[in-house]
Structure formats: C-alpha cells, structure tokens
C-alpha cells in the first residue's frame, strides 16, 4: 500500500461524539470511514445513513466485526470510558491504530494496558484531545515559549464546564458510576489538566491536592470539582471543572512577562477563526490610574475545524507507520499517560480528604 | 457647618499612593485637602509643591500636627501597613473620619482596635478599596445578581498580581517584613479576596486552604500565594496573587446560566470607561463544532476616575454625619473586616502547613 492511500477508520459504536469525528474523517483529506459497528446492527445503519457516509461503508452488528475486518487500519473508540480498556486493548492486537476518546481510561493502570497492547502491536494511539490540533493551538504555544513576550510560567488557571439540564444529570453515560465513573473529572476535568500540562511543556507537577467539597452526584460520581497543583519551582496551577455551570472553556496563564487568556479553547466560538488573547511587558500609567497596553485580541484562520485536523495529524502518522515502518510517535501516548496521572491525583487526593498527592511518572 | 461644605483631607505620610489620592481628593467635588503631614516639613512641603496643593493647604512636619488640627474632618492614611492601627486609632480618636489603605491591618486583632475606635467616636471608616466605586463594579454585580442572566454563582477565580523588579524586591516597602509583613497576600491578595466576597454578597467562606508552596523572599515576606475557598452550598473560589508576575487583574465568575470576566478590575486600562465580559446560556451547536454566543463586551463610562469616585462616597458620608448627624455607615467597616479574615485565613493556612482554616465572623 502506497503511503499516500487514505487511512481506512473503523468507528466503534454510535455515540454522539461519533457524528462529529465522523465529519472529521470525512473532512480529512487523508482519511475514510470503512466500517461501523454497533450492538445493533440497525442503529448502525441508521447512524450511516444519518452521518451520510460513503455508500461502500460496510455496516456491522458488532465492535469485533469492525477490528476483524482487514479493511480497517484505525478505529475510532467514542466508548463509555469503563469499555475503553477492553476494547483499544482488542483493537491494538488486530493491529488496529487507536484514536481514543477522552478521557482514555478509569485509571492509569488501565491505560498502561492500553498502551503497552498499543507499542507491542506497533499501532499509533492517540487521545481525542481535538483543540491540541487546531493551528491556535500553536500560536498560543509561541507566546509561551517567548521568553521576551510571556517571559517564564508562574501561574495558570483552567476552567473547563457545561451545564448539564435534569435530563442530562439523569440519564447521561458521563454520570454514570458504572461507565464513566470520573464524571465531570473525566470530561471536562481532562481539558484542564491538559491545558495547564500543555503550558508547562508537560512537566508533571510535584504535588497535586483537590479542592475541597467537590459536588458528587447520588451515587457518588463527581459534578464538579477542582485542584492545585505546584511544581518545584514555586509555579502553581489550579483548575475547576464542572457539569453544573454555563459553558466555560478558558485558561488564563501568567508570565513574568505577559499574559495568555483563551476562553474558548475546547470548543471555538466558530469554526474557521479563533481568537486568543496576549498582553506583554504591562505597565502602570502616571499616578498608577490606569495600566497598559489593554490586551490585543489574535485571531487564528484554520482550513479544517479542529477535530479534522486531528484526524489528519493521526492519519499522517499512520500513514507513516503503514507506508515508511516508521514506529509509533510517542508524544501522544506520553501526553495522555501524564494527563491520566494528574487525573488519578486529584480522584486520589479527593479520597484521601484532599491531602496532596504526589505525581511520579 | 453646612452638609454641603467639603470634607476637608489631612494627608498622613507623602507615600506614592498618596499622590494618585490627592488628585481624587481635587477632583471629587465635596472634597478638599487641607493638610498634608510628614516626619519631615520639607518632605511635606515638596510633596505639596509636586502634586499642586492648593496655596491653602497647611504642611505639617508630624501626623500628630494634621490630626490635631481642627480644619481637618477626615485623614486618608497611605502608611506601611504596620503602623496603621497606631495612626487609625489616634485619628479617631481626634474625632478625624479614617479612609485607610488597604491592607488595613496585620490582622483581624489590629483592624477590630480601629473599627472599635472609630465606632465609639462616631467617625466613618472605609478602606481605600478603589475599584469597588467604579460604576462598572455596579453594573457587574447587577449582572451576577440577574438569576436569568448569571443563574447562581458556582466559582470564581481571581488573579491580581504584577511584577516587582529587582530594586522593588530589594527596597520596597511591601516586601519588608517591618512593614508590609503581609507582603504579596496584603498588596494584591487583599483585591482577590475583596473580589471574590464581592461575588457571594460578602457571605464568608466556610473554609479557607492556602495553596502549597508559596513564594516568599529571604526574611519570609509572601511573594506570591494563592488559596481555595469553599462555601457550604459547593460554591468555590480561587485566587493567584503576586508580585513576579506580569500585570493581571482578573476575576472570571462561573454561574449556572452565565459567565463574567474582566482583566482590569483594580485599576482600568482607561480611566474613562472600562470593559467587562458577559456570556449567558450558552449552547453546543450541531455537531458540537461550536459554542456559541461569544461573550459580549460591556464598556462602562465614568466621568470621574474610580479613585475620586471612592473619594466622593467617603466624603458623602461623613458630610451626612457631620450635617445631618448620621451614623457611620457600617457596610464599609464590615467588609474590611470580612476581606481581613480571609487574608488571616490564608496567612494561618501557609503557617499550619495549607491546613484548611475556618473563617468565623
């Protein structure tokens, strides 16, 4: 196979995230849907239809039809969380590349599963952290590295939160004990603790301690909840992460030098433009009665949402795997497995009566 | 004396801040400055020349000259925070009305000496918290006030910090422990904490945790620190504050229905009108490719600066209790002291190892 071939996905089961990584394939210019599997094989059909996939996409009445099919390279796994070791674990030994659904696992020894199954089979693994991808992504990353402009990282704080109606709190998977048991953690907690590793060039933490009073829903999943974390050299972050507030997709970080202030990093305000926001070398005015400069809006263009570009970035790499033998990139792999960990301390944390908890890679 | 004649200022000290105060104290037009006093005259006597008091203005070479002068009805107290309570006190004593700088005190022992002498001679105390009279501080709260707009409040994070050269961390009074011993919690923390019980109608936190490892210099003053709050009902809130970070005055307030955000709150980017961000009920859009609306800007006009409108509501209400023989209005002394228990809170937290510490009224 040319390396050039697109590569060939497998989505497994018909969640509702499915319909918009299902677009993205479609929107990715080195990507197809191949396949779809459900429990039913009628719920895959209609999610088919519905999706508008390609005509010569084959339906299937399993997840295991969809890995058995020689037709797939890569599977896309949209599963309740408490399903995904199980499931990327049997996808990795059908030398099926994983592109996995946040967050990737319950715990850290469930992903190491995931991940050692992945690096043995030589596949590409993958978390469907769909903002790491989109091009403001990277200009924000400039400014932090910009040792004139941001200066070095002292403090950065993430929120990341949706409300969730009566309805949602009853019946969706991400509250449900028995398959997605880190709750708002999992969800939305992810994106924090993502954003704040993302902006210490994933350097774990030293210590990281929830806040207290997290709010758990009746059978004791979480609905919002929080944490510090403090690194060696007195830089700290903190997060709060939440199913019970007004959409909130921010970080705010600060420099010795500036600032960065995103507000809708998760998901833009619209598809095509983003906008960040920087301020640098602050100062106050005569008399202290005003500072400045104001920050300056930047707007980031992008070809392909965000969520394509992912499925491009993962199908570039495997079609490398697949065309040239290069081996699995690690960088993805490492950034999920260090995401997982800082997930595990503040679960931890919160068991232990938020004590700090310490990160060991 | 009629209740329209201005309120007449003695200045104690000839500190910097002291400078952007007189010229509110020329522009708020119920009040004057009167007397101006310093340990040294000709330290009095220059400072005068240099912010153009008025020819009127009587220079004194001591504070005790200014408070026992009896053309003066109220002093604005710019000293290090350590010698607050002794002039605070000394002032009431002699009947002078007290806007004092904030920090107010080392601690709540201190502050509850001034506010007991204050009440017992009838004089009003306010704090010289600026930013709570900007006018876009009134139309913030009637947005988290608007339970169709805000909802409830869930968590709100604040920032204030900016950033202190070398000479600054070496010479400046707020990092001396003789002087500022609160360091970074007093000069910006104060502006956090204020805010954040500005956001909950200035209900106290149950408990306050300082987050760990703060950052202090070499005779243990805070450089920079940070804490959680909670509140009974699973609100949540926490600050960042510090002196070695670029210049950040932020408060983002997550509601149930809405969010507010604002960069500039202690001191505006103009002093004309300032900005402020809402966002309300926002929605996924299809696919969840998009959030949507975007926050909205709120530009507030002001035709004074917030600094003389603080000067003018002080000078209001000592013109009612000298003209119409009111009593001091309490709102002030009280959420002085409710912001000093907070940072007291925060300081025996760090002391006790980041320990969560109750806050009782």
Not at 219 to 246: E, H, M, P, Q
Request: neutral net charge; charged residues 25%; proline residues 5%.
């Amino acid at each position: 196979m040319s390396d050039s071939s697109p590569v060939r996905f497998g989505i497994l089961g018909c969640a509702n995230i499915a319909r918009k990584t299902s677009r993205a394939i479609s929107l990715a210019p080195n990507a197809v849907i191949s396949a779809v599997g459900s429990r039913s094989i009628e719920k895959a059909t209609a999610f088919a239809k519905e999706n508008g996939y390609p005509s010569t996409t084959k339906i299937y009445g399993s997840y295991e039809a969809v890995l058995d099919d020689p037709e797939v390279d890569a599977v896309y796994v949209p599963l309740p969380t408490s399903l995904h070791v199980k499931w990327a674990v049997l996808a990795a030994q059908k030398k099926k590349h994983v592109l996995l659904e946040k967050p990737v696992a319950l715990n850290v020894k469930e992903l190491d599963v995931i991940l050692e199954e992945c690096e043995s089979n030589g596949v590409q693994f993958m978390d469907a952290t769909m903002w790491m991808h989109h091009p403001r992504t990277a200009k924000m990353k400039e400014f932090l590295s910009d040792s004139q402009r941001f200066g070095h990282l002292k403090s950065v704080h993430s929120t990341v939160a949706y409300f969730g109606d009566t309805e949602f709190l009853k019946n969706n998977i991400r509250v449900k004990a028995d398959l997605d048991a880190l709750g708002a953690l999992g969800d939305v907690g992810w994106y924090c603790i993502r954003a704040i590793l993302w902006t210490t060039d994933y350097e774990l933490p030293k210590t990281v301690t929830a806040l207290r009073d997290p709010e758990l829903n009746e059978v004791g999943v979480i609905l919002s909840c929080g944490a510090s974390l403090s690194w060696k050299d007195g830089r700290i972050a903190t997060f709060y992460c939440s199913l019970l507030t007004n959409i909130a997709m921010d970080i705010v970080a600060s420099g010795s030098k500036g600032n960065l202030r995103v507000h809708d990093f998760v998901i833009p305000f619209q598809e095509n433009v983003a906008p960040f926001y920087t301020v640098e070398n602050s100062r106050f005015g005569e008399l202290a009665t005003v500072i400045h400069p104001a920050p300056t809006e930047q707007q980031v263009g992008t070809d392909l949402p965000q969520e394509a570009l992912m499925v491009k970035k993962f199908s570039n790499l495997v079609g490398s795997i697949k065309g040239k033998d290069y081996k699995p990139d690690k960088k993805w792999p490492t950034i999920s497995r260090k995401t997982q960990l800082v997930v595990d301390a503040v679960k931890a944390s919160i068991e232990k009566g938020f004590k700090p908890v310490e990160v060991i890679y």
